[in-house]
């Protein structure tokens, strides 16, 4: 079973609101160093992926920095991306910047789903509060990483 498989069947986990928090989001972020009482609220989605590797015995990141997963498997071009065990790292809001701060500055990742144009779609949690496809500018990525054994 690939990490996209098993990412597959946990489309449509969202944060529950009012005051609840989802267990298995609080799961996977318990996973990053954070208590089992951690609030859904707090950015998931490299929770979500270290889940999945956690799962499937793959290297992770141990980290909810989403940026910390360019330091884990082995770097790809986009062109040999596959819906396998390939995970994108994006940059998110104002963190394009370089430097030592560079793996703690805001990203988003999230496992490979296909490409369209200028777009690459990703499976990733924390998107609309859920885990789902979405689609972002290519233009966005930093780096995409194939998870080996």
């Not at 928090?21 to 998931?44: K, V």
Request: charged share 20%.
């Amino acid at each position: 079973m690939t990490a996209y498989d098993l990412a597959t069947r946990y489309v449509g986990i969202r944060e529950l609101g009012d005051g609840l928090d989802h267990p298995l989001i609080r799961w996977w972020l318990s996973l990053c160093g954070f208590g089992l009482a951690a609030a859904d609220e707090i950015a998931w989605c490299s929770a979500f992926v270290n889940g999945i590797t956690w799962e499937l015995r793959l290297p992770r990141s141990k980290s909810a920095a989403a940026r910390s997963w360019l330091l884990v498997g082995r770097p790809i071009p986009l062109e040999e991306a596959k819906a396998e065990n390939d995970v994108v790292v994006l940059v998110r809001g104002s963190g394009a910047q370089p430097g030592p701060d560079v793996i703690a500055a805001p990203g988003h990742v999230g496992f490979f789903a296909g490409r369209e144009g200028d777009r690459v779609f990703l499976l990733a949690g924390n998107q609309g509060n859920a885990v789902s496809v979405a689609g972002f500018p290519v233009d966005n990525i930093l780096g995409v990483r194939r998870l080996v054994h």
